[in-house]
């Protein structure tokens, strides 16, 4: 892969982004962001491998929240690496994060070099899943109780599976239930289930 | 016959005489009860409710009041007061015990006979619901104190943090600059980040040690002083009007406050801010709208360590409604049929150094 490869940082503190921008951008094509709405609207009109996140994010600079659901989304929506670079220290927030599919989680303050291997690593990784993705394999990730038994996590997959598929042919039911190999009707079926939509239309 | 009259009358006369004599006196020591009860009452909030000084306070007032000793053994958060008892005297005594702390206390009078037991029962009774009050207010004040050290130490790491990181990265952008663009690059983001630093280590510094003084003056333009704050944070703003004023840095940091909680609430709805600058005799008004959620409590939000923000310290406003009023300003908040206003109030004879 030749083209220059993409990096979002979303964080607030001005003077730290301007900085992580510099020090990135000599490799990397670099956006910035300062909270959810402005990654979102980024990750929305560009291709980005890899997104740099602080969890404490405006409005709620001191709580993870906002960080955790742009982790979600973009998980979600857009299959970009997450790598957390956060104050946050506590159990909770790393465990959310990780029950939301980040790729890695670190500590404020970092050392750049480790913060670099981090987003090398997850440059990699996203190279293996494209080549993997080329071969018809997809990786999803679930995160579910094992009390609630096989049930919740064959839910949870199947709806991961069609959304991922729905938004690479762009919800063309047509061809997202050719890739898939089933019928039309099944696949109205499981968008009812899973009340799946457009992006346009949540 | 004459002489029974005499006698019965004689006899009405001393009665009612013993009878108002004991009323008399009877009133006059209910009078010097709920005296010596006012003066407690006093007391307590001359030592500002604290247990341990109450005591002894108290004691040396009620020694001269018929009473002997106090003794007590007071247990609250690792705190024990203890005083035994020496007199061989009946005493009258209580004990309560809680989840969080314990009182056992008493009161030894000197005389228990006649109408003095109820008074002294009476004072008794006083005194332990009194300390028990006293207790229970400063388990809660060491409560809260702990909860707002833990939420300003927490909002203080997270800057520290972030400038620990900003130093480590830069440091390493340094290194690795080779060449005079390099540098210059820096130089740069540098220029661009000074603005910010200023506000996070004057934030920092606020936070520490509650100083807004800094002998910093704005001179200058209102719209251009909140264009300058609404561009750092980030806020959209329309602005209408305009005025020219010199003002003391405790002024901008309430102004500071007043439009980053208008920037929070614009990232969680998305508002519109309209700012429109009043310019009259003695001061500028500052009127910043939305039209966002009204607000629940148009008093409440400019208490200290009230927050409707998850994670929120709370002291923004008030801080701001503070400095304004200790500069002749004020800060107030209103909800309006479209969304909410805030008018900030800056006078014309701020105190500039």
């Given at each position: 892969?030749?083209?220059?490869?993409?990096?979002?940082?979303?964080?607030?503190?001005?003077?730290?982004?301007?900085?992580?921008?510099?020090?990135?951008?000599?490799?990397?094509?670099?956006?910035?962001?300062?909270?959810?709405?402005?990654?979102?609207?980024?990750?929305?009109?560009?291709?980005?491998?890899?997104?740099?996140?602080?969890?404490?994010?405006?409005?709620?600079?001191?709580?993870?929240?906002?960080?955790?659901?742009?982790?979600?989304?973009?998980?979600?929506?857009?299959?970009?690496?997450?790598?957390?670079?956060?104050?946050?220290?506590?159990?909770?927030?790393?465990?959310?994060?990780?029950?939301?599919?980040?790729?890695?989680?670190?500590?404020?303050?970092?050392?750049?070099?480790?913060?670099?291997?981090?987003?090398?690593?997850?440059?990699?990784?996203?190279?293996?899943?494209?080549?993997?993705?080329?071969?018809?394999?997809?990786?999803?990730?679930?995160?579910?109780?094992?009390?609630?038994?096989?049930?919740?996590?064959?839910?949870?997959?199947?709806?991961?599976?069609?959304?991922?598929?729905?938004?690479?042919?762009?919800?063309?039911?047509?061809?997202?239930?050719?890739?898939?190999?089933?019928?039309?009707?099944?696949?109205?079926?499981?968008?009812?289930?899973?009340?799946?939509?457009?992006?346009?239309?949540? | 016959?004459?002489?029974?009259?005499?006698?019965?009358?004689?006899?009405?006369?001393?009665?009612?005489?013993?009878?108002?004599?004991?009323?008399?006196?009877?009133?006059?020591?209910?009078?010097?009860?709920?005296?010596?009860?006012?003066?407690?009452?006093?007391?307590?909030?001359?030592?500002?409710?604290?247990?341990?000084?109450?005591?002894?306070?108290?004691?040396?007032?009620?020694?001269?009041?018929?009473?002997?000793?106090?003794?007590?053994?007071?247990?609250y958060l690792g705190v024990?007061?203890?005083?035994?008892?020496?007199?061989?005297?009946?005493?009258?005594?209580?004990?309560?015990?809680?989840?969080d702390?314990?009182?056992?206390?008493?009161?030894?009078?000197?005389?228990?006979?006649?109408?003095?037991?109820?008074?002294?029962?009476?004072?008794?009774?006083?005194?332990?619901?009194?300390?028990?009050?006293?207790v229970a207010m400063k388990i809660k004040a060491i409560h809260e104190s702990f909860a707002r050290a833990?939420?300003?130490?927490?909002?203080?790491?997270?800057?520290?943090?972030?400038?620990?990181?900003?130093?480590?990265?830069?440091?390493?952008?340094?290194?690795?600059?080779?060449?005079?663009?390099?540098?210059?690059?820096?130089?740069?983001?540098?220029?661009?980040?000074?603005?910010?630093?200023?506000?996070?280590?004057?934030?920092?510094?606020?936070?520490?040690?509650?100083?807004?003084?800094?002998?910093?003056?704005?001179?200058?333009?209102?719209?251009?002083?909140?264009?300058?704050?609404?561009?750092?944070?980030?806020?959209?703003?329309?602005?209408?009007?305009?005025?020219?004023?010199?003002?003391?840095?405790?002024?901008?940091?309430?102004?500071?406050?007043?439009?980053?909680?208008?920037?929070?609430?614009?990232?969680?709805?998305?508002?519109?801010?309209?700012?429109?600058?009043?310019?009259?005799?003695?001061?500028?008004?500052?009127?910043?709208?939305?039209?966002?959620?009204?607000?629940?409590?148009?008093?409440?939000?400019?208490?200290?360590?009230?927050?409707?923000?998850?994670?929120?310290?709370?002291?923004?406003?008030?801080?701001?409604?503070?400095?304004?009023?200790?500069?002749?300003?004020?800060?107030?908040?209103?909800?309006?049929?479209?969304?909410?206003?805030?008018?900030?109030?800056?006078?014309?004879?701020?105190?500039?150094?």
């Amino acid at each position: 892969m030749n083209e220059k490869r993409t990096i979002l940082i979303v964080e607030d503190d001005i003077p730290l982004r301007k900085q992580l921008k510099l020090f990135l951008e000599k490799k990397y094509e670099v956006f910035e962001a300062s909270n959810k709405k402005e990654a979102l609207d980024i990750l929305e009109n560009n291709s980005v491998d890899v997104v740099v996140v602080d969890l404490g994010l405006p409005p709620f600079e001191d709580d993870p929240q906002e960080g955790l659901e742009l982790m979600e989304i973009i998980h979600e929506r857009f299959f970009s690496k997450v790598v957390v670079l956060t104050g946050q220290k506590t159990e909770e927030a790393a465990k959310e994060s990780l029950k939301k599919g980040v790729f890695d989680y670190l500590m404020k303050p970092v050392d750049p070099e480790v913060l670099f291997q981090s987003i090398n690593r997850a440059l990699f990784f996203r190279d293996i899943e494209r080549k993997l993705e080329d071969e018809g394999i997809e990786r999803i990730f679930v995160s579910a109780k094992i009390k609630d038994g096989v049930k919740g996590v064959r839910e949870e997959a199947t709806r991961k599976l069609i959304l991922k598929v729905l938004r690479d042919t762009n919800f063309n039911v047509y061809k997202a239930s050719k890739i898939l190999g089933m019928k039309r009707e099944n696949l109205y079926y499981f968008l009812k289930k899973f009340g799946i939509k457009r992006d346009d239309e949540n | 016959m004459r002489t029974d009259i005499i006698f019965l009358a004689l006899l009405f006369i001393v009665s009612g005489s013993l009878i108002i004599g004991i009323l008399v006196y009877l009133r006059k020591l209910a009078r010097g009860r709920i005296n010596l009860l006012l003066r407690l009452v006093d007391l307590n909030e001359l030592v500002d409710y604290d247990p341990k000084n109450f005591l002894v306070e108290a004691e040396k007032l009620l020694i001269s009041q018929g009473v002997e000793e106090l003794f007590y053994n007071i247990e609250y958060l690792g705190v024990v007061l203890k005083k035994e008892k020496t007199s061989s005297k009946k005493a009258l005594s209580r004990k309560v015990e809680r989840e969080d702390h314990t009182i056992e206390f008493g009161m030894v009078p000197v005389n228990m006979r006649g109408e003095r037991q109820l008074f002294n029962m009476w004072l008794f009774e006083f005194l332990f619901l009194t300390l028990r009050m006293n207790v229970a207010m400063k388990i809660k004040a060491i409560h809260e104190s702990f909860a707002r050290a833990g939420v300003v130490s927490s909002f203080i790491k997270h800057d520290i943090k972030n400038v620990a990181q900003f130093i480590h990265i830069l440091s390493y952008n340094l290194k690795s600059a080779k060449t005079a663009e390099d540098r210059e690059k820096i130089v740069g983001y540098l220029a661009e980040s000074i603005p910010y630093l200023r506000l996070r280590a004057e934030r920092i510094m606020d936070a520490l040690e509650g100083k807004e003084e800094r002998g910093e003056v704005w001179e200058g333009s209102v719209r251009d002083l909140v264009k300058e704050i609404s561009g750092t944070l980030g806020l959209p703003v329309e602005i209408e009007g305009d005025a020219e004023i010199v003002v003391n840095r405790e002024v901008e940091i309430a102004l500071e406050n007043v439009l980053k909680n208008t920037y929070e609430k614009h990232l969680r709805e998305n508002i519109d801010c309209k700012i429109r600058i009043r310019e009259e005799p003695e001061f500028v008004e500052i009127w910043i709208e939305d039209n966002g959620s009204p607000l629940e409590d148009t008093e409440r939000i400019f208490e200290p360590f009230y927050s409707t923000k998850k994670g929120g310290v709370g002291i923004g406003l008030y801080q701001a409604k503070l400095l304004l009023r200790k500069t002749g300003g004020d800060l107030y908040a209103e909800n309006t049929d479209h969304g909410v206003r805030f008018v900030v109030r800056i006078s014309k004879n701020t105190y500039v150094k």
